[in-house]
């Protein structure tokens, strides 16, 4: 059964910081991983989706790769604002699937970015 | 990029009520659906997959005649809580693969909450 496990739990930082949030997950077979970022009642916006052949995506001031041999991914913020603080999810496709909807969800990391 | 409706945010209710939760997809066509709930502190977990014009799939432990889910359109799935008890009170949201079927498009959600 695939695990997803998120580090830190939390983390808050002044503006202005490059931070980096961590992500593993214990079967390595994984098809693609998407970061999220969830807002309180907005629900969840998918931020970088990387395919298992890719190392990294970037998106503005978000990097994120990942090393599937060793089960990790990070996602890099650069120049934090506090309009980055959320709940940063990372998630991958069930254990050996390929639908890009049955997701398995680590319990996320709260940014706070302070001004 | 796609947008995914859901309705309502918020529910209260009392115990033994049915809570019918509304998950739309608005500029394009989905013929499968998602359903995750979340519990506080607790990663998203899935609980269902939506099938226009079939039954739905329901994940290991989630009891199908609780959760009625309905997907009787391209673009409509309804999760309805039947008898809501305390212990369904969480935090429910839907999604939707956008077009090319890659990234996930969530709702806002809905927080149930039951007295």
């Known amino acids: 059964k695939q695990e997803v496990t998120q580090i830190p739990a939390a983390l808050s930082v002044p503006e202005g910081e490059n931070l980096v949030l961590n992500c593993s997950f214990t079967?390595?077979?994984?098809?693609?991983l998407q970061w999220f970022r969830q807002d309180p009642g907005k629900g969840l916006t998918s931020l970088l989706l990387?395919?298992?052949?890719?190392r990294e995506q970037t998106s503005g001031r978000l990097n994120a790769s990942l090393d599937k041999s060793s089960g990790r991914s990070t996602l890099y913020i650069a120049a934090s604002q506090p309009g980055d603080s959320a709940t940063y999810l990372c998630?991958?496709?069930?254990?050996?699937?390929?639908?890009?909807?049955?997701?398995?969800f680590g319990q996320g990391t709260i940014l706070t970015v302070h001004p | 990029g796609a947008v995914v409706s859901q309705h309502p945010s918020r529910v209260i209710c009392k115990s033994g009520t049915s809570v019918k939760i509304e998950c739309r997809s608005l500029?394009?066509?989905?013929?499968?659906m998602f359903w995750y709930r979340q519990f506080p502190k607790q990663s998203l977990m899935l609980m269902a997959t939506?099938?226009?014009?079939?039954?739905?799939?329901?994940e290991q432990g989630v009891e199908k005649d609780k959760f009625l889910i309905n997907h009787a359109s391209l673009t409509l799935s309804t999760l309805t809580v039947t008898s809501a008890h305390p212990e369904d009170s969480s935090f429910y949201i839907c999604?939707?693969?956008?077009?090319?079927?890659?990234?996930?498009?969530f709702g806002s959600g809905t927080q149930l909450s039951v007295l």
């Open positions: 999604s939707a693969p956008g077009r090319g079927g890659e990234k996930l498009f």
């Open positions: 939506s099938n226009e014009g079939s039954k739905a799939t329901y």
């Open positions: 998630a991958v496709p069930y254990a050996g699937g390929t639908s890009y909807g049955k997701l398995t």
């Open positions: 990387i395919q298992s052949s890719q």
């Open positions: 079967d390595s077979a994984i098809y693609n």
């Open positions: 500029d394009f066509q989905a013929t499968t």
